[in-house]
């Protein structure tokens, strides 16, 4: 990518490696040493929009050219260009109002759990550098992350299998999803805490 200098977060053009220019929302700020490109960002009420879309498989560009936090997504082509010179993933909440906030926020590098692949629905202890839902919280370990071509990405903190690190139980509700794919909501995780929450999906790597 080619990346127009700014002193700030903001919406800007990027050149992709096919000289295409594109209109992004990038965040240069909220963790040293990373930059990260908005892929997808939707508000609770909007989730039937973006409930059964999975990265991989489903092209629904979304308001594509003017970046918002309530209903976007950019085109598959769009995400995996950046994806293809980048590193990492995560997940947040609510971003507009409360910035980064490591309480219910989640970060993978692909290299380790890249959801622009197929994934193998039957062993989905994925991998995460950090988890933190509700204020349960751990480091380089695995958290139960359904995943296919019915649903989207999400962690479902309180079914978790025995062989997957994480443990979301304590202060959740049963069914409960985290970070997309909401059937079943719990208002003390923030990204579904009410109709205005928001949860937004990132690509980024070393700036």
């Known amino acids: 990518m080619i990346l127009n200098k700014t002193s700030s977060n903001g919406i800007f053009n990027i050149v992709d490696q096919?000289?295409?220019?594109?209109?992004?929302y990038y965040d240069f700020h909220s963790e040293p040493g990373f930059a990260w490109t908005l892929i997808q960002s939707h508000s609770l009420?909007?989730?039937?929009l973006f409930n059964g879309k999975a990265f991989y498989l489903h092209n629904v560009p979304t308001?594509?050219?003017?970046?918002?936090?309530?209903s976007y997504r950019l085109s598959k082509s769009r995400m995996q260009s950046i994806r293809d010179v980048s590193?990492?993933?995560r997940a947040t909440c609510n971003f507009l109002t409360d910035k980064i906030n490591f309480r219910d926020y989640i970060r993978a590098s692909f290299a380790e759990n890249d959801f622009f692949a197929v994934p193998d629905i039957n062993a989905r202890c994925a991998l995460y550098e950090f988890v933190n839902i509700r204020g349960n919280m751990c480091r380089n370990c695995t958290a139960y992350s359904p995943y296919g071509p019915s649903f989207g990405y999400h962690i479902d903190s309180w079914w978790q299998?025995?062989?997957c690190d994480f443990d979301g139980r304590p202060g959740g509700i049963v069914d409960e999803d985290n970070f997309g794919e909401y059937g079943h909501?719990?208002?003390?995780?923030r990204c579904s805490s009410s109709f205005t929450s928001t949860t937004e999906f990132w690509i980024g790597g070393s700036k």
């Open 18 to 24: 096919f000289n295409n220019s594109l209109p992004v």
């Open 45 to 48: 009420q909007n989730k039937d």
């Open 63 to 70: 308001n594509e050219d003017t970046p918002e936090w309530n």
């Open 87 to 89: 590193s990492h993933w």
């Open 161 to 163: 299998p025995a062989e």
């Open 185 to 189: 909501v719990n208002s003390a995780f």
